[in-house]
């Protein structure tokens, strides 16, 4: 007997419901695209160029880079922010 949620969900299976049908691809960044964000990033390319190159959405870019960004200090100890894909 399937069991249904007739009254909820106009008798839509509740295997259905509880089951992800559409998995979702590309979850993770991964270290490859973070070295290229870097590299990307460091030769004066937005964000959403860089999103359009990696195949991945703007705001993802963004986060990334808010998410990787450390404070740098030059020689004369005045500071400098940048990406860096070992620190995300």
């Not at 509740?14 to 990307?40: G, M």
Request: with cysteine; glycine share 4%.
């Amino acid at each position: 007997m399937l069991i249904t949620t007739k009254n909820i969900y106009g008798g839509i299976p509740i295997s259905l419901l509880q089951s992800n049908p559409k998995p979702r691809k590309n979850k993770h960044i991964t270290e490859r695209e973070r070295y290229d964000i870097e590299k990307l990033s460091e030769m004066g390319l937005k964000p959403a160029a860089i999103a359009k190159q990696l195949d991945r959405h703007k705001l993802t870019i963004e986060r990334e880079i808010a998410r990787g960004t450390v404070k740098q200090l030059n020689s004369d100890l005045s500071k400098r922010y940048d990406y860096c894909a070992d620190a995300s």
